[in-house]
């Protein structure tokens, strides 16, 4: 099997975690794997070169950010190089330029274009293990380049993609993806399988054990991921297409999501037209609405509720009242007191009553539910934030209990 | 004036000398010249990532130390373009392998093969000041390589042959050349200007204010160096085929080393072919033999003296006492309590009496000689290690007092 594993940076904080890690490459190629291991920078890296580069520069300009931080996981592929070389495994170290990661020129948060395996094929044709630089790439002006936030999973799953691995196992600090955060969740289950669209709903819903980006790369390409632990050897969550479903499974997972506010522009004309006008000016803004809601006020005017992540609720509040003046609304409130709690699972629509359990759970718990959101694979509902966890607990009883 | 400078790690160590360094570049850069600054990997950087790398393997690679090392600089150079643009000036920050420097594959010890001006010819062109990483290279195969011992001086140099730049400024912590080290001779005087040749001999004499490796190099292709200080802003020591002299200064300086050993070989038989084997011993155990002396014994046995590099003494006497068994003679004697102390300078032979004057210096500080050795330009004696301060100020005073 050729297998593209993914460690990220706690992981490899010190050389004892170092060693450990090393150990897990170690074994997965004595058992007769091709082994490309993608690594993130170690530890406090990062930040501490941020520090030194704010000392200098309060606001550098992000191409010398991206020469400077890519450094930092360059360290880290030789450092864990050097360590299989203790153990006496041949292994090379390859940085992004080397491993063929070309982008664009959006450095600090560059796409990946194009990936050019020669290299990489080379390395392994020798029985090489490969630990590549991840994070990191470069661009048509042999620019160095960084993918941004999630970028070392996104490095990892581009890298299986190209080489059709087997699977892109991702290393994190959990051992896999749960029915619920198993910190705050008694009784959450851990989950054998996931699908792709899934995991990108408990993902933007703030369950974030992997980034987005990673998980749509991974579905569009077919790639297998699983999210495994650094820590303890033991089996994790895959992440692929079709999942077979446990029978009394009729959800995936709970997921809460703090970082949302409630923004409500109260009495506002009864009009054609007034609701394009007010999420027009959030488009034009670049803040994403998510849940909406309309309500019918009193002597004729309406109420448009709706949510926007948490840092833009101010922003927000200000171009809705600039265009105020124009529409003629009564007043904008502005909730930040609330969270998203949300049900996920493939195929939820068509099973009939879920909705319904999910409702039941919340009402039992004398929860108010504020505003209600559906898509194919989810349900929402917007709730008092101090009553958050209380809730995901009293659906994950309803649902697993 | 296109000017190549370059900035050692001393001079980088935190940020209040990156400041002070960038305002030397940017002086020079708002004069209206074009600027290429080469530095090395910040202050103790590089001692920072060899002991994390012995932490995980007492004995990496150097393939895979180059990778570690070389981040060095690229954080130095990314740090330095922050720095410059936050003082509003166009900058931009260059690695090895983005300035086209092509080198062998000795990795830690790469010898420069090509520099691909091309890159570095678009940046000047946009009236950018580059700040190039020295120090670095790639090979053939897209791996990064190092230059070993002096190699940012190498980089510097090899840049300003290759774009003729009019002069190559290395930045030190001393401002200049001297006539001796002045931190143990008062009065030592600075030289303006130096022969590439002088400056050769005094670097393999023990006064290392440039590598060799760069001079030669520098000589090879008539690139202008100019030695001075990064902290203080006055003119240094300039570095070139001819100088014009100061009529009545008969040397240039005055070098002490201490990294040498004198090994005699006492009551060899008085036979051909004797000195032969000795020296071919030597030579195949890779030992720099210096100075030679052959005296003559009592009872037709001869002695062989000569002087190594401290470190090559045990090893030398080990290989000469195998030889023994062959070649018959009495005992070997290691003295490694001895120092070459030179004068140096440029037509020195062809001056009368130059010699005679050192020779009266010392006698009058009442230090035996125990061995002499002349080239065209210049004059070594070895003597007792404790007595070598003493004989550099004595022989100082002579020429200079």
């Given at each position: 099997m050729l297998i593209v594993q993914k460690f990220g940076g706690s992981s490899l904080a010190n050389a004892e975690r170092m060693r450990h890690v090393a150990g897990i490459i170690a074994d997965a190629y004595i058992e007769g794997h091709d082994i490309v291991a993608v690594l993130s920078a170690q530890g406090d890296t990062t930040d501490d070169l941020l520090k030194k580069a704010h000392e200098l520069n309060k606001k550098p300009s992000r191409r010398e950010l991206d020469v400077l931080l890519s450094t930092g996981e360059q360290q880290a592929v030789a450092l864990m190089a050097m360590t299989l070389e203790e153990m006496g495994l041949p292994v090379v170290s390859l940085t992004g330029r080397q491993i063929g990661v070309l982008t664009n020129t959006s450095y600090g948060m560059a796409r990946i274009?194009?990936?050019?395996?020669q290299r990489l094929r080379l390395e392994l044709d020798k029985r090489r293990i490969v630990i590549a630089a991840g994070f990191q790439g470069y661009d048509r002006n042999e620019d160095i380049t960084t993918l941004g936030r999630g970028g070392s999973d996104a490095t990892a799953v581009a890298l299986a993609a190209v080489l059709h691995a087997d699977k892109c196992q991702i290393y994190t600090d959990v051992d896999g993806v749960y029915t619920a955060d198993p910190n705050r969740v008694t009784n959450a289950i851990k989950l054998n399988e996931i699908t792709y669209d899934e995991m990108l709903e408990l993902a933007s819903l703030g369950?974030?054990?992997?980034m987005n980006r990673s998980v749509e790369l991974a579905k569009r390409y077919g790639v297998i991921l699983e999210v495994l632990s650094s820590r303890e050897r033991k089996s994790g969550t895959k992440v692929k297409e079709v999942c077979r479903k446990v029978e009394e499974m009729k959800i995936s997972g709970i997921a809460k999501d703090n970082d949302v506010a409630r923004i409500a522009v109260v009495g506002v004309p009864d009009e054609p037209g007034i609701a394009f006008r007010v999420f027009n000016t959030m488009a034009r803004s670049k803040i994403n609405v998510d849940i909406i809601l309309q309500s019918y006020g009193k002597d004729g005017t309406n109420d448009i509720s709706f949510t926007v992540p948490l840092d833009d609720a101010e922003n927000a509040a200000e171009v809705l009242a600039e265009l105020g003046e124009a529409i003629g609304f009564d007043h904008i409130s502005v909730d930040k007191n609330v969270s998203k709690v949300s049900i996920v699972g493939a195929g939820m629509m068509t099973a009939s009553g879920i909705a319904a359990l999910m409702f039941e759970a919340l009402y039992d718990a004398k929860i108010n539910i504020q505003m209600i959101s559906t898509s194919e694979i989810k349900v929402s509902v917007l709730i008092e934030r101090s009553l958050a966890d209380l809730a995901v607990q009293a659906i994950h009883n309803k649902f697993f209990g």
């Amino acid at each position: 099997m050729l297998i593209v594993q993914k460690f990220g940076g706690s992981s490899l904080a010190n050389a004892e975690r170092m060693r450990h890690v090393a150990g897990i490459i170690a074994d997965a190629y004595i058992e007769g794997h091709d082994i490309v291991a993608v690594l993130s920078a170690q530890g406090d890296t990062t930040d501490d070169l941020l520090k030194k580069a704010h000392e200098l520069n309060k606001k550098p300009s992000r191409r010398e950010l991206d020469v400077l931080l890519s450094t930092g996981e360059q360290q880290a592929v030789a450092l864990m190089a050097m360590t299989l070389e203790e153990m006496g495994l041949p292994v090379v170290s390859l940085t992004g330029r080397q491993i063929g990661v070309l982008t664009n020129t959006s450095y600090g948060m560059a796409r990946i274009m194009r990936v050019d395996t020669q290299r990489l094929r080379l390395e392994l044709d020798k029985r090489r293990i490969v630990i590549a630089a991840g994070f990191q790439g470069y661009d048509r002006n042999e620019d160095i380049t960084t993918l941004g936030r999630g970028g070392s999973d996104a490095t990892a799953v581009a890298l299986a993609a190209v080489l059709h691995a087997d699977k892109c196992q991702i290393y994190t600090d959990v051992d896999g993806v749960y029915t619920a955060d198993p910190n705050r969740v008694t009784n959450a289950i851990k989950l054998n399988e996931i699908t792709y669209d899934e995991m990108l709903e408990l993902a933007s819903l703030g369950a974030q054990v992997l980034m987005n980006r990673s998980v749509e790369l991974a579905k569009r390409y077919g790639v297998i991921l699983e999210v495994l632990s650094s820590r303890e050897r033991k089996s994790g969550t895959k992440v692929k297409e079709v999942c077979r479903k446990v029978e009394e499974m009729k959800i995936s997972g709970i997921a809460k999501d703090n970082d949302v506010a409630r923004i409500a522009v109260v009495g506002v004309p009864d009009e054609p037209g007034i609701a394009f006008r007010v999420f027009n000016t959030m488009a034009r803004s670049k803040i994403n609405v998510d849940i909406i809601l309309q309500s019918y006020g009193k002597d004729g005017t309406n109420d448009i509720s709706f949510t926007v992540p948490l840092d833009d609720a101010e922003n927000a509040a200000e171009v809705l009242a600039e265009l105020g003046e124009a529409i003629g609304f009564d007043h904008i409130s502005v909730d930040k007191n609330v969270s998203k709690v949300s049900i996920v699972g493939a195929g939820m629509m068509t099973a009939s009553g879920i909705a319904a359990l999910m409702f039941e759970a919340l009402y039992d718990a004398k929860i108010n539910i504020q505003m209600i959101s559906t898509s194919e694979i989810k349900v929402s509902v917007l709730i008092e934030r101090s009553l958050a966890d209380l809730a995901v607990q009293a659906i994950h009883n309803k649902f697993f209990g």
